[in-house]
């Protein structure tokens, strides 16, 4: 009889308890409680690659600035919820230093996370033009962002970018906002999960199509950097991280601090509005918003209904860090190259083990190495695979749930898994590998 790694019965009893209509479709959060639930009922260590948790400590340089500013009592204050005014000035000074892109620092804010920042520019893009309310995914991307916008209300489209590299980008892309009524499209860059990355050319068609269809670009930069191919470390020298900022006026970048700065229990993120948006008049907003114009519709009536701003000790330990990686004191680059590293490793030992890569290159490229790759393995499908490898104590989330077309494949994260972890992946990839060959299913036992 074949034995899993993860007592079987166990398995099947906590998936029975989330009362999920397909456990392979279950959401980051409910496969996250699933395991969480094993793990402590059964008292084994999953390889945890479901959720995109930063694994590495953060930054002493901001625990040391926030401890100083809560001596000095700015818990006892409540923040200018646009930012304090030097943080303004050094997301200002980042954005300048490491995408080549002016920006004015009363455009520059803090968020509750990159997650708030989306939620913000999503609402307020969608509201410009009476009839201009839809979203449009490039995908595959973050799960959430979809949830947030049907939670607004927004009607949203997609499509799966893989097939649709270089210049078939253009006429794909137009097919969508030749209709009229996209309001902002979104992507992240690198992506999540696929770990591709758009070209300049690609960025430039992008931004070109923005500026004929009148479309804003909500770019979510949460990898910031993290295209380890090139060196993106060295402030104020080339070379610069590709944005779709420098193509077109019509943007809003979501620069988030958890992965590149490891800053994810802090909930931080940054917004960068392009002053020429920033400031444009339209008519509609001033009826859901208090304001025509842009940036303050934007940040006196979304992110003031939304939050009191990001909490004031929070703001001085980013600004902190961001005044040594501006100043070239600390490369934040540097300190999360582990990632690659580990993302290098984790593939080779999937595909020694009879996986296969589905995103398995970049535009004709070499995929890089990074916080996500993407995994498959022959006769199943992504929502059975998710299912199968909890009882080898391995955990990923399907692709079909991030927008992929590719439904036989999962994401899969290396944050969590690190190199004292390699060993027990190997084994169980081993055991997964050969049951499997042999015709065996745990989840149908």
């Known amino acids: ?214 479309v804003l670009v909500l770019e979510d930069l949460a990898y910031f950097g993290m295209d380890f191919r090139l060196d993106y470390s060295q402030p104020g020298r080339p070379p610069y991280i590709p944005t779709v900022a420098a193509y077109t006026d019509n943007y809003i970048l979501l620069i988030s601090s958890s992965k590149s700065f490891s800053l994810a229990g802090q909930r931080i993120g940054m917004t960068a509005i392009s002053p020429a948006l920033f400031e444009q008049k339209y008519p509609d907003l001033e009826s859901w918003f208090g304001s025509p114009v842009f940036g303050r519709a934007y940040i006196f009536g979304a992110m003031y209904a939304l939050s009191s701003g990001v909490s004031h000790s929070n703001q001085y330990g980013l600004l902190g860090l961001l005044q040594a990686v501006n100043q070239g004191r600390y490369n934040f680059v540097e300190a999360v190259r582990e990632y690659g590293e580990r993302a290098r490793v984790m593939k080779k030992l999937f595909t020694d083990n009879g996986f296969q890569l589905v995103y398995d290159s970049d535009d004709g490229k070499p995929l890089a190495d990074g916080f996500y790759f993407t995994i498959c393995y022959p006769g199943f499908s992504g929502e059975e695979l998710v299912e199968e490898l909890l009882y080898y104590g391995i955990s990923a989330i399907a692709l079909s749930t991030t927008g992929s077309d590719r439904h036989e494949g999962l994401r899969a994260c290396v944050s969590l898994t690190g190199k004292e972890l390699f060993p027990l992946l190997e084994e169980r990839l081993k055991i997964f590998h050969r049951q499997h060959q042999e015709g065996f299913r745990a989840a149908g036992s």
């Not at 390889?47 to 901001?62: H, K, S, T």
């Not at 892109?101 to 804010?109: I, L």
């Not at 009524?181 to 992008?206: G, H, M, R």
């Open 1 to 214: 009889m074949n034995q899993t790694p993860i007592k079987a019965t166990l398995v099947r009893e906590k998936i029975a308890e989330m009362a999920l209509p397909c456990v392979g479709l279950a959401s980051i959060r409910e496969l996250n409680r699933i395991v969480d639930n094993i793990e402590k009922a059964g008292g084994d260590r999953y390889i945890r690659m479901e959720m995109g948790i930063p694994g590495l400590e953060p930054p002493q340089i901001a625990i040391e600035a926030e401890i100083a500013a809560l001596k000095k009592g700015v818990g006892s204050k409540y923040p200018p919820f646009d930012g304090i005014a030097p943080l303004k000035d050094e997301i200002a000074l980042f954005v300048k230093n490491f995408l080549n892109v002016e920006v004015q620092p009363a455009h520059c804010f803090p968020t509750v996370g990159s997650m708030q920042g989306c939620y913000m520019a999503m609402m307020v893009s969608a509201r410009r033009r009476a009839q201009k309310n839809r979203i449009l995914f490039i995908d595959p991307g973050f799960p959430v962002n979809k949830r947030q916008a049907k939670v607004i209300g927004l009607p949203s489209d997609s499509f799966d970018i893989y097939e649709y590299r270089g210049e078939k980008l253009r006429s794909k892309l137009e097919s969508h906002l030749e209709k009229g009524d996209v309001a902002a499209l979104l992507y992240s860059n690198p992506n999540n999960p696929s770990w591709i990355c758009f070209t300049q050319a690609e960025l430039k068609i992008i931004g070109e199509l923005a500026d004929k269809y009148e």
